[in-house]
C-alpha cells in the first residue's frame, strides 16, 4: 500500500525547510532504505559569482503538482513514501531550495524514485529562479517548466538546458 504524506504539510513553504519537518511520519518497517536529496544555493553560476536567488511560483498551483508527482512517482516506482517541498522567496547562499525523501524496501527503487520525482519537479512545476550576482545584475533562468518539452516526463537532466535569460536588470 502507499503511504503517500501528511496532507496539511505545504509543498511550497516561504520559511527555511527542515528535513524533520519532511521526514515527520514518514517511518516504515517495511522499508529498508531511506533516500534523501537537498539542493542548496551555491555561489556561482556558469562562471558569474551569485549574491542570493529569488524562488517564485503560484503556490498553489505548484502544492498541487508537486503532490500529483509525489503519487505518480511512488506508484511508477513502487514506493510507499515519496515527499518533495519546495522554498520560494529570497534565500541565501548554502540555504535548502529542494528537499526529497523516498523510502522503499530496498536502495535501487528508493534511488531510481528520487531522482525522478526531483527531477519531475524541476521539469514540470512552474517554480521561477531569479539569479541576482554580486555586480548587482540579475537573471532568471531559463526553468525546466516552462521548456518546449516540458509536456513529456523526464527520467534525469542530462543534457537539459539551463539557460539565463538575463534582462540587464540592475538592482541597488
Not at 537537498?38 to 555561489?43: C, K
Not at 502544492?63 to 541565501?92: F, N, S, T, Y
Amino acid at each position: 500500500m502507499i503511504q503517500m504524506h501528511d496532507i496539511n504539510q505545504p509543498r511550497i513553504q516561504d520559511t527555511p525547510l527542515s528535513l524533520d519537518a519532511l521526514l515527520t511520519g514518514s517511518e516504515r518497517d517495511d522499508c529498508g532504505a531511506l533516500a534523501v536529496f537537498a539542493g542548496t544555493v551555491r555561489n556561482h553560476h556558469e562562471g558569474k559569482p551569485v549574491a542570493h536567488l529569488v524562488y517564485t511560483a503560484h503556490a498553489a498551483l505548484a502544492d498541487k503538482m508537486i503532490r500529483g508527482i509525489e503519487q505518480e512517482i511512488a506508484a511508477k516506482h513502487g514506493v510507499p513514501v515519496c515527499r518533495v517541498v519546495h522554498r520560494i522567496g529570497a534565500l541565501a547562499i548554502g540555504e535548502s531550495a529542494i528537499l526529497a525523501v523516498v523510502r522503499a524496501p530496498h536502495r535501487a527503487e528508493a534511488f531510481a524514485a528520487l531522482r525522478a520525482v526531483v527531477d519531475a519537479v524541476k521539469h514540470r512545476v512552474p517554480i521561477w529562479k531569479e539569479e541576482f550576482y554580486t555586480d548587482g545584475s540579475s537573471a532568471f533562468v531559463t526553468g525546466c517548466c516552462i521548456a518546449e518539452d516540458a509536456a513529456q516526463p523526464h527520467e534525469d537532466d542530462a543534457g537539459h538546458d539551463h539557460r539565463h535569460h538575463d534582462h540587464g536588470h540592475q538592482h541597488a
